[in-house]
């Protein structure tokens, strides 16, 4: 079993649907959450970044860790065409560099 | 301001022969990490280096990858003997690291990749 469970997708929705996007772990070490997107053949850009359990917003764009359920969530709403991208959860644990991902989600928003 | 440059961006090779990807960090940042992104696959940590520190090669595939630093800075990945599983894209990333910059000093600032294709 993988330390980090994401759902590969593709998610197709409309433009200006609200996209959620989870990602499940298995270590309850992990403190440091983040949420990356990547275009196709180019780097993963960081979105957001949440220390331990709680929301952040961002913009359009909302960050969820909710630790009891080792579950963390990013929401976006009214999505646009350009948001269409892989969406990578990172997670890290206190005080340790290496960030394991998951697999990342393909996001299709159709005009 | 300039981000982190990976070159070449595209890698073909062939089997057995070895290769030399590299890393040119953002200046100032003394934490540099490399991952390998499979198809299919998410990001896989390979190497983490830390100002003057030893380097955490936890995540090395076997001995023929290794990879250094030198003066602090740019980073080169080499992979010896190359096999066709080590087609990939491999990224390098970098953040601030040490003392400085509280919990923000965590955060890492990917490249563009190298692309290997190995024939």
């Known amino acids: 079993q993988k330390e980090v469970e994401q759902d590969p997708g593709p998610l197709s929705v409309p433009e200006g649907a609200i996209v959620s996007l989870n990602c499940t772990y298995s270590?309850?070490?992990?403190?440091?959450f983040m949420w990356y997107r990547q275009y196709s053949r180019k780097g993963p850009e960081l979105l957001m970044y949440t220390y331990s359990s709680g929301n952040k917003e961002d913009g359009r764009f909302t960050a969820q860790v909710d630790k009891s359920s080792k579950y963390i969530s990013l929401f976006i709403r009214d999505s646009q065409p350009s948001d269409s991208a892989t969406y990578l959860c990172a997670m890290s644990a206190m005080g340790f560099q290496k960030l394991v991902f998951g697999t990342g989600t393909r996001l299709l928003v159709s005009p | 301001g300039a981000g982190v440059s990976q070159s070449p961006s595209n890698k073909v090779t062939e089997k057995g022969k070895d290769v030399e990807l590299r890393c040119d960090p953002i200046s100032g940042h003394t934490a540099l990490y490399w991952y390998r992104q499979s198809l299919g696959q998410g990001l896989e940590f390979l190497i983490y280096?830390?100002?003057?520190?030893?380097?955490?090669k936890s995540g090395l595939p076997s001995d023929r990858f290794s990879a250094e630093r030198t003066g602090g800075s740019v980073s080169t990945l080499t992979i010896q003997r190359t096999q066709q599983e080590d087609s990939a894209v491999y990224l390098c990333?970098?953040?601030?690291?040490?003392?400085?910059?509280?919990?923000?000093?965590?955060?890492?600032?990917f490249g563009a990749g190298t692309r290997l294709s190995v024939l």
């Open positions: 270590n309850s070490a992990f403190q440091y």
């Open positions: 280096f830390q100002g003057n520190s030893a380097p955490d």
């Open positions: 990333a970098s953040s601030l690291g040490g003392l400085a910059g509280g919990r923000s000093k965590n955060i890492q600032y």
